[in-house]
Antibody, heavy 119, light 110 residues
Framework: QVQMVQSGAEMRKPGASVKVSCKTSGYNFILHGVVWVRQAPGQGLEWLGWVSAATGNTKYGEKFQGRVVLTTDKSTRTAYMDLRSLTSDDTAVYYC????????????WGQGTLVSVSS | QSALAQPASVSGSPGQSITISCTVLPSYTGNYGLVSWYQQYPGGVPRLILFEGNKRPTGVSTRFSGSQSGTTVSLTISGLQADDEADYYCCAYAGSSTYVFGSGTKVTVL
């Protein structure tokens, strides 16, 4: 079965960067994109961006342009989310998810990674 | 992009039908047909329940259905059950291969 296993919780100070990994298994990695979604405490879901596992092409949400970088490593079937210039507003659970057909259909999700930003 | 507008909460009694709306904001120019819906229990991971407006992934109950009218897309839950109590989010194409989520709706089963 499909599995998306994310790295553990992270704590950072304002201004720092964080890199979260998402190791996948159970499907043909290069045939599906990976999206990243976050959820601040008590808040709704927020779309950060998408990366093609085949080509490395990326698309980012307007709010995150210039601050987030999504990458993949085909050899390890792992996707990465690198978020820079962190503020307390970036405190959230970050999810990776597999896009199935390419139309916003995120079928399989990681367990989530809590990123806490505090001085 | 701003979140798509959803009612903060919707409630219904067991067996009833409820509808959750997702209204496109004035600045939105996306494809209304490319809308998906997600269910999320407290502390849980989002689960896809509808995609491309009204298609259900394998294993999702037929009690979940989608529709569109003008600039509003909707999720209807028929035969409401206790385990439908959760948060629901729409997600729509926002152009340039990007997507945006709705603000979320908490469903309460009375």
């Amino acid at each position: 079965q499909v599995q998306m296993v994310q790295s553990g919780a992270e704590m950072r100070k304002p201004g720092a960067s964080v890199k979260v990994s998402c190791k996948t298994s159970g499907y043909n990695f290069i045939l599906h994109g990976v999206v990243w979604v976050r959820q601040a405490p008590g808040q709704g879901l927020e779309w950060l961006g998408w990366v093609s596992a085949a080509t490395g092409n990326t698309k980012y949400g307007e709010k995150f342009q210039g601050r987030v970088v999504l990458t993949t490593d085909k050899s390890t079937r792992t996707a990465y989310m690198d978020l820079r210039s962190l503020t307390s507003d970036d405190t959230a659970v970050y999810y990776c998810a597999r896009e199935d057909r390419g139309y916003g259909d995120y079928v399989d999700w990681g367990q989530g990674t809590l990123v806490s930003v505090s001085s | 992009q701003s979140a798509l507008a959803q009612p903060a909460s919707v409630s219904g009694s067991p067996g009833q039908s409820i509808t959750i709306s997702c209204t496109v904001l004035p600045s939105y120019t996306g494809n209304y047909g490319l809308v998906s819906w997600y269910q999320q229990y407290p502390g849980g991971v989002p689960r896809l329940i509808l995609f491309e407006g009204n298609k259900r992934p394998t294993g999702v109950s037929t009690r979940f259905s989608g529709s569109q009218s003008g600039t509003t897309v909707s999720l209807t839950i028929s035969g409401l059950q206790a385990d439908d109590e959760a948060d629901y989010y729409c997600c729509a194409y926002a152009g340039s291969s990007t997507y945006v989520f709705g603000s979320g709706t908490k469903v309460t089963v009375l």
